[in-house]
């Protein structure tokens, strides 16, 4: 008998706006490697200076990491476990 096949969820995506040559933001994106090796996130990195809206909204406060619905989790100088938990903990709260 054949089962029907599960349907390949799409990873969600966080979002990391940064700049080129910010130190801060290279950090976080070796630092959210280990929770995008399984598959089920993605990073998609936003150049601020592309879009001077995004300039004048984050400009003095990158890095800022994003959650899928496009919340802010971190800005700044931040621990991404603790950005990571704080995701995880609004998932669990829907």
Known sequence: MLRPRRAFSQPQVLRLYSRPG????????????PWLQS?????????IEDDPELES???????????PEGRVLAKGKFRVEEAMARWQRRRKAR
């Open 57 to 67: 909204r984050f400009g003095q406060v990158i890095p800022v990491l994003e959650d």
């Open 22 to 33: 910010c130190c801060l933001c290279d950090q976080v994106q070796e630092a959210l490697a």
């Open 39 to 47: 598959g089920k996130l993605s990073l998609k990195v936003v150049n």
